[in-house]
Each structure stands twice: as C-alpha cells, then as structure tokens.
C-alpha cells in the first residue's frame, strides 16, 4: 500500500511540473517611426522629433515568445494572410483628437508567413506620408494585437528658441563635409550660446589648417563660455561642476598656448583631437607618428 501511495505522489508530483513548465505563447506588436532624440522642452513636447524635409520612416515588428505558466497554450499565432503586413491597420492620431488612418508604402523585403511561432520576429519598414508641423501618435492594428501609441513631434525647426537649438544640433550631425560642419556649428553656437562645445569642435576642426588666429579665436569663445558657467555653478554651490569645468578649460587654454608654434610647423607636426580614454590632445610628428606631446584635462592643471 505504502509503495503504491509513494508512486501516485511520485506522478502527482511530475504532473505538477510538467504543469509548471507548460508554455504559453507572449506575441506583441509595436511600431517605431525614425526620429531624432532632443533634450525635454516640457511636457507636451515629444523628445523624438522629424524635422520637415526628412523622409518619414517607421518599422513594424512583430514578436512571440513562449513563457512558463501552469496554464497551458497554443505556441504559435495564426496570421491573417502570407502577406501579413497588408492587414495591419494604421491610426494617426493628431494633437486636435482626430485619427485618420494611414496608408504607408512598403520600402523592405518582408518574410511572407501565416503563423508567428515562439522565438519569431517579423519586420517590414515603410515610408509615411508627408505630414504639417504637429504633435503625433501613431499606433497599429493587426487582428487583436495593438501596438502602444509612438509619440512624435514634426518640425520645422522654428517654433521657439528649444526648437531652433535641436535643429542646429540636428544638422551638425548630418553635415556632410567641413565646410557644411563649420556653418553648422556657428549655427549652433547662436543657438545655443551657453554650450561651449560648438567652439570647441570649431576650433578642433580648424587645427587641419585654420590659421593660429582663427583657431585661437574659436578656444577663446569657448573659453568665454566656460567662464560664465563656471561663475553660474559655483554661486549654486557645485563644486564638483565647478570642478569639471575647471578642468576643461584648462585643457582647452593648454592647447591655444601651443597652437602658433604647431601652426608654424605644420608641415611636420600635426595636432589633432583624440576621444578614446576621454578626450586629449596629441601633438605628433606627421612623418614617424612620434608622440611629442599629450595635453589632457589632469596634465593640464
């Protein structure tokens, strides 16, 4: 009796684990349209932003995966058709409340297939309409699954003072040579006249073959900068950005100092920018590569 009691519990026991590992199917949709990422503005603005005149992109994917659960399931999804990218239903809903629907053009080779199984992810890529300056959420529909909302701004980069700084940001990143940089970043520096960094970056660029007045000019400007948010900082009482700062404008002082002697001999040495381990300067011979000197933020103090 003893023996057959211990082998109804031995199967109560493995049924219960088998229970436990039984799997049960987790699907979701989402859709993600191509931004640029900008600092808050405030709470009604979106931090992702497509400025007017870049295409409008998004990607849909769609994903399963099995998880353990004492209530077993199907382990796959059924697909409305192989082409499964044509029953996705798009809402664009604008800042007044209306929601239209859309009709987005295919861009990408999407894989054809009438179920999604666990460990799948379908993707397919479109382009949208061209949209006016406004605040967006698009979602999509696919049967029973909907996708969270994606919140968006489109802009033409000249609402307001937050707006036209993340525009000369925006272009700065997209410049296409030094000449289009150089422009770009004096944009930026009206823009944005509290942020040394376009200076800097202006001056990092002209040491290819700036003269020593210009160069300078552009470190004195960030130098300038730097003071005043040192002066900002310390009245609140962050010694520690206070500090940070400290160090970078000493660094960037340190590299003016040894600007007309490096534009002197140009022919020879070269000086350039270098980010790897933070950022420093090397100062190296351009035939042999000999490092001459290393100015960064500790050894400039």
Known sequence: MRMIKAMILCCLIAASATAVRADRLITQLRVSVD???????????????????????AQISLTAAALSSPNPGPTSMSLPSKEWWDAVVWELER???????????LTSKVQPATELKSGERLVARFNLPELPPGTYRLSVRLGDLRSDPEWFLVSNG?????????????????????????????????????????????????????SAEEIRGYY?????????RRQKFAAEGRADVVAAIQSERDMILAV??????????????????????????????????????????????
């Open 35 to 57: 931004t640029f990422a900008i600092r808050p503005i405030n709470a009604d603005t979106p931090t992702r932003v497509v400025f007017v005149g870049t295409p409008l992109k």
């Open 95 to 105: 800042e007044n409340g209306k929601i239209s629907e859309l009709r987005p053009e």
């Open 158 to 210: 000249q609402e307001n003072d937050d707006l036209r700084r993340e525009f000369a940001r925006y272009n700065v990143d997209r410049s296409r040579d030094r000449t289009s940089m150089r422009k770009n970043l004096l944009a930026l520096a009206a823009a944005d006249p509290h942020n040394a960094s376009p200076w800097i970056r202006l001056g990092d660029l002209a040491l290819a073959d700036g």
């Open 220 to 228: 004195d400007r960030a130098v300038q900068v730097l003071d005043q």
């Open 256 to 301: 003016r100092e040894v600007v007309p002697q490096y534009v002197a001999n140009r022919a020879t040495m070269i000086l350039h920018a270098d980010l790897e381990g933070g950022k420093h300067y090397v100062l190296r011979e351009r035939v042999t590569g000999r490092v001459v000197r290393t100015i960064s933020p500790m050894q400039a103090q």
